[in-house]
């Protein structure tokens, strides 16, 4: 199986700011790599697909970055609408797995 | 408009049958290309994709659970199922179903998700 390592598991910061969330794969995954955001009782959102593409209806200061092994999501100017927990997940090979998962906080 | 549903028994003993059903609307998994995966999620964990099937009958598994599991649909194709075997704890877990068409699989369309709490 893939190994999807997300980093941090949490993140506090201040409404405006700009945050990053890190993903690694234990081996290439070209890209087929997706991001998502789950609010407190609810199912996942797709926000970012191809690693950089952004979900119809996903606001831009949501990108995605990276190549090989090493992805990332920026959130620019963070609303306090953001705070949820953020996945991603590697569709390269099956079985298709995530990472841990990283908490987004309002300093 | 896709909607799914998931649907399940709620609570269950350990070492039993978990049954559960995907009801969805706005697709059909008759159409080629049409691929339905569950996944499941510990309370306060992350995701692990389980299984799916695809329009054409074939199945695929997550080989750390495969000799549990068994997907399969309905003949009028808009029904999906999963059946857990021997159940314990470890499989207290909120379970979705998520459809796509075509790869790359992602999922841009996800069930509300149904809980299931293993327990004697």
């Known amino acids: 199986d893939i190994r999807m390592t997300q980093s941090p598991a949490s993140l506090s910061a201040s409404l405006g700011e700009t945050v990053n969330i890190e993903c690694l794969a234990s081996?290439?995954?070209?890209?087929?790599l997706a991001w998502y955001q789950q609010k407190p009782g609810k199912s996942p959102q797709l926000l970012i697909y191809n690693a950089n593409s952004l979900q119809n209806g996903v606001p831009s200061r949501f990108s995605g970055s990276g190549s090989g092994t090493q992805y990332s999501l920026k959130i620019n100017s963070l609303q306090s609408e953001d705070v949820a927990t953020y996945f991603c997940q590697q569709y390269n090979n099956y079985p298709f797995t995530f990472g841990s998962g990283t908490k987004l906080e309002i300093k | 408009q896709v909607t799914l549903k998931e649907s399940g028994p709620g609570m269950l003993q350990p070492s039993k049958t978990l049954s559960l059903t995907c009801s969805f609307s706005?697709?059909?998994?008759?159409?080629?290309?049409?691929?339905v995966s569950w996944i499941r999620q510990p309370s306060g964990k992350s995701l692990e994709w389980l299984a799916a099937i695809d329009w054409d009958g074939d199945k695929y598994y997550n080989p750390s659970l495969k000799s549990r599991l068994t997907v399969s649909k309905d003949t009028s194709n808009t029904q999906v199922f999963l059946k857990i075997t021997s159940v314990d704890i470890a499989d207290t877990a909120t379970y979705y179903c998520a459809p796509r068409y075509y790869g790359p699989y992602y999922f841009d369309y996800w069930g509300q998700g149904v809980m299931v709490t293993v327990s004697s």
């Open positions: 706005g697709f059909s998994l008759s159409t080629s290309g049409m691929v």
């Open positions: 081996e290439d995954i070209y890209s087929d």
